[in-house]
């Protein structure tokens, strides 16, 4: 990571102070009691600005730019592989006063933003008007929107709405220059050019601050029933999503599973009773919506007696209130419970074409167990997308050479069959070396080129991705 350590955080807090109105500047002493978020390397810059416009963010950047000094962007902090880390000597650029929900387009089903908006205040100012937004995840209190753009957030609903790129109509961000670049179109169509807006969706706040967005948002579907459904492996819980993706009168809303390691330890944990489950199963949870709750319930309920011995399933339950549903929610939600077992449990977030799910969880967990006795790994994830998580049941970080073993082993075969090492958590600090031996080599080269054209001097937030 390239360093600028010129100005300690508190000469950074004093020499910003002024700099204009709408800047709101945190020093140490603010920031010691706040709690850093999912990164505990978030808040060690000591010193963070806070705008409330667009050319608040455009004359800090200006400044940084002018006096060498380099810029983390940060948003909710819910990001999970350090891409908001952050040294003394850089300024921490927080969205969390850019929150104001700008526009709701109801008839359009479009909104406008502010890029420190959280998923969950956009969600229920929707729902006043009927909508909610077409991409959901478990951190939705914390993580915002200009964060999810920045990471290419994927979540619940991926596998039918795409993830967050495709939700996004238009964008506006201050570029390292200081320059504000402003795309804010409200149409689906543009055939005007290439769309440089494309570079900050996924940039990791690295071309620049995204301060506002058009999003794409749909009507809120409140009827649902939920699934809990005992699979032997992927390729059942596949036949299960894909025969509900083709019902006439239900709409299947998520699709998660649990492999057998996950939901044992997770229901022991929770005292969740799995009594009806067979054998060594794994779990997927199925959530799906009608006219009714009841015609919901009656309908899936119904559809799985039919597909019961095609797609092999062993043992089924659905949730008969919308706590109950909730809990089983929670079984697949309140995913970290491992980390009280296996403190920075190393953690991974991979993509496999989904038919190819099944031989790669075996072959992962079968050289996990070459590794070592016992060596085995909790896996989760949003199946019918095949975007899986990967915890390693051992304490991190993991020595050198083990860390090696394993990386290889989760990163096997995957950009071989058309996954990807990284599905929607995005490369940050943690996945850098991953991001150097699977991308492309002319992909690395192109990237490092148009970064260096749009920040020469490498000041928006060095190191990662990596940059
Ligand atoms: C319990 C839990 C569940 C999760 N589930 C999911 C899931 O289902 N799907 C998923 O995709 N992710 C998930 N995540 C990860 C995380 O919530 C996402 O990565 C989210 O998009 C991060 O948003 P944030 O606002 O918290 O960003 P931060 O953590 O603050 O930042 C993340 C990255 O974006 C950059 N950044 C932030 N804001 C801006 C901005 N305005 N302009 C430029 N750069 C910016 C930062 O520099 C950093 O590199 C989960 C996390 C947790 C803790």
Not at 26 to 32: F, K, M
Not at 104 to 115: C, G
Not at 148 to 172: C, D, K, P, Y
Request: aromatic residues 6%; charged residues 20%; contains cysteine.
């Amino acid at each position: 990571m390239s360093s600028h350590p010129t100005l300690s955080p508190l000469d950074l807090a004093s020499a910003l102070h002024d700099l204009h109105p709408d800047l709101r500047i945190l020093g140490p002493d603010a920031l010691a009691g706040r709690h850093p978020g999912e990164d505990p390397a978030n808040f060690n810059a000591g010193v963070m600005a806070q705008p409330v416009s667009t050319e608040a963010a455009a004359a800090l950047i200006s400044w940084c730019r002018a006096n060498h000094v380099a810029i983390v962007p940060q948003g909710g902090l819910s990001g999970l592989v350090g891409g908001g880390a952050s040294r003394a000597g850089e300024v921490l650029l927080s969205t969390a006063r850019l929150n104001r929900i700008l526009a709701i387009h109801a008839d359009e089903e479009t909104v406008e933003v502010e890029a420190g908006v959280t998923l969950e205040a956009l969600q229920a100012a929707l729902a006043t008007y009927g909508l909610t937004t077409g991409i959901d995840l478990g951190s939705r209190g914390s993580a915002t929107i200009g964060g999810m753009v920045s990471t290419n957030a994927g979540g619940i609903l991926a596998f039918r709405n795409g993830v967050m790129r495709h939700q996004i109509l238009g964008l506006e961000a201050v570029l390292p220059s200081g320059e504000i670049f402003g795309d804010m179109t409200r149409v689906v169509k543009v055939s005007a050019g290439p769309d440089l807006k494309q570079l900050l969706i996924g940039g990791e706040g690295a071309f620049g601050l995204v301060t506002r967005v058009v999003m794409k948002v749909e009507p809120v579907r409140p009827h649902r029933a939920v699934a809990l459904l005992g699979v032997e492996n992927a390729a059942s819980a596949l036949t299960v999503a894909a025969r509900l993706r083709r019902h006439p009168r239900l709409l299947l809303e998520a699709a998660e599973m649990m492999w057998p390691r996950y939901v044992r330890d997770h229901a022991t944990l929770k005292g969740f009773d799995l009594s009806w489950l067979d054998g060594d199963a794994a779990v997927l949870l199925v959530e799906v919506s009608g006219e009714s709750a009841e015609f919901a319930r009656a309908l899936l309920e119904e559809d799985l007696a039919a597909l019961w011995d095609d797609a092999g399933l062993k043992g089924g339950i659905v949730a008969q209130s919308s706590d109950q549903a909730r809990r089983f929610w929670d079984l697949r939600e309140e995913s970290g419970f491992y980390f009280a077992a296996f403190p920075n449990a190393p953690s991974f977030d991979v993509s496999m074409p989904p038919s190819a799910l099944d031989d790669y969880v075996a072959g992962l967990l079968a050289t996990l167990a070459t590794i070592g006795t016992g060596f085995d790994a909790y896996v989760y994830g949003h199946i019918a997308d095949g975007n899986l998580h990967v915890a390693i049941a051992a304490p991190g970080p993991l020595p050198p050479d083990l860390k090696e073993l394993v990386e290889t082993a989760v990163y096997a075969g995957i950009t071989a069959a058309g996954g990807s090492f990284s599905a929607e958590h995005g490369v940050g600090l943690d996945k850098r070396a991953a991001y150097l031996a699977h991308v492309d080599p002319v992909k690395q080269t192109l990237s490092r080129e148009i970064k260096a054209l749009l920040d020469p001097d490498t000041l928006f937030n060095p190191g990662k991705v990596p940059f």
